[in-house]
């Protein structure tokens, strides 16, 4: 190998498919959104000076001359740039949506899938109900926020007004309800039946205009579609007889134990699980940097909507349209994260778990799919 071919591999090497799709790709996302924003913005509004932009100017050499070593100290600086702000928008992708409505609002998709009863019950508890509505209310405030400032832009007083009234009664029900889940936590060991079944169904009032679309959404991609009976029970006799423990007290385990194991038996399982985990990091983290693109755009508005009165009509219409467009690419990924990520990803994790027991592979192989079982169990 040349020593060429080596340098690029040693470069390389340190970054995985995950860097690139979980870390890289979504941060240069939003840092192209963002760019992209505020040269529309400096070209419209004639704003002078926008964070981004004023931010990589300083990165220019005094020196005219010095074309080359411009040139690559901006490039650095974006790739630098786009690789922490991918830490960033992963690392709030996983709280506010792996670990706060996923797992607060539905429960991990194992538990749906292999209907462990035990940790079902939060789909239709209060605190269920309770983070899909505060989702489903903050952002309906946070677009009625925007739709407002939108109405001033455009001179249409009708819609800001009732843009207003509707930002403002969402912001204080989120608030009554905030307050509500803070006084029934604390109260909730010694809450009496009655009580607590008021506050079951004042919380799945509060979160129906969600759960509706979310429900009919799941139906059609069947994302709620748990394993039959008999595929279940296979399941859990695979995995006491693996670990040692029965799968329905073993909690998040059943996940853990169970890609761990694969991970370990199979380099073509392990191959196909990278591959779907990049997959459905690269749409939750992508969705993610597209909703911070909106925020961005979002606050530029609110903050400097006397900026743009300068600016056409036909060039409102576009300062509204941008922001609305990223919002809807940030819904469409999400809704393909969790695609991914049940349908594909967590249900291949239990799948391949199954058919690399020792039974299942010597059923395979007496129903003639020996060359198959042979070539998947692996060690890697």
């Known amino acids: 190998m040349s020593d060429t071919g080596e340098a690029v591999q040693k470069l390389v090497a340190p970054f995985t498919a995950y860097d690139i799709f979980g870390y890289l790709a979504p941060g240069a ?25 004023s931010s990589f100017e300083l990165l220019r050499p005094t020196d005219s001359s010095k074309q080359l070593l411009e040139t690559t100290v901006i490039t650095l600086a974006l790739v630098a740039a786009s690789y922490i702000l991918g830490h960033i928008v992963a690392s709030l992708s ?27 019950t939060g789909i239709q508890s209060w605190s269920g109900y309770f983070y899909r509505g505060a989702f489903f209310w903050l952002n309906f405030y946070l677009v009625a926020r925007f739709l407002a400032s939108v109405g001033a832009l455009l001179f249409i007083e009708s819609v800001t007004m009732i843009c207003r009234l509707a930002a403002m009664g969402s912001g204080l029900l989120l608030i009554s309800f905030i307050i509500a889940k803070v006084v029934v936590s604390s109260k909730q060991s010694t809450s009496e039946p009655q009580f607590h ?39 859990r006799r695979s995995f006491e007889k693996q670990f040692g423990i029965e799968a329905d007290s073993a909690g998040t385990n059943n996940f853990w134990f ?28 992508l969705s993610t940097a597209f909703y911070c693109g909106f925020i961005y755009c979002f606050l530029t508005l609110v903050i400097q909507v006397e900026q743009f009165e300068h600016a056409s ?27 991914v990520y049940t349908c594909y ?15 299942m592979a010597e059923h395979m192989r007496l129903a003639g799919k020996a060359p198959m079982v042979d070539e998947l169990v692996k060690s890697s």
């Open 345 to 359: 990803f967590t249900k291949f994790v239990i799948r391949a778990f199954v058919l690399l027991d020792p039974q």
């Open 29 to 53: 996302t939003l840092l192209l959104t963002i760019g992209l924003i505020e040269a529309f913005l400096r070209r419209t509004a004639g704003i002078a000076h926008t964070p981004l932009r």
């Open 258 to 285: 169970t890609y761990c194991h694969v991970l370990s038996s199979s380099g073509k399982y392990g191959s196909m699980l990278s591959n779907w985990l990049s997959s459905y990091s690269f749409a939750r983290n």
């Open 197 to 235: 079944a008021s506050i079951v169904t004042a919380f799945r009032r509060f979160a129906a205009l969600y759960d509706g679309p979310a429900n009919t959404l799941a139906g059609v991609l069947n994302t709620r579609r748990a394993f039959d009976a008999t595929f279940r029970e296979t399941y």
């Open 94 to 120: 996983s709280l506010f949506l792996d670990r706060i409505l996923v797992y607060k609002g539905y429960g991990y998709p194992y538990a749906n899938l292999l209907q462990m009863q035990g940790e079902l």
């Open 313 to 339: 009509l036909y060039e409102r219409k576009i300062i509204v349209a941008v922001p609305l467009v990223v919002l809807a690419l940030a819904c469409v990924l999400l809704i393909r994260y969790y695609y």
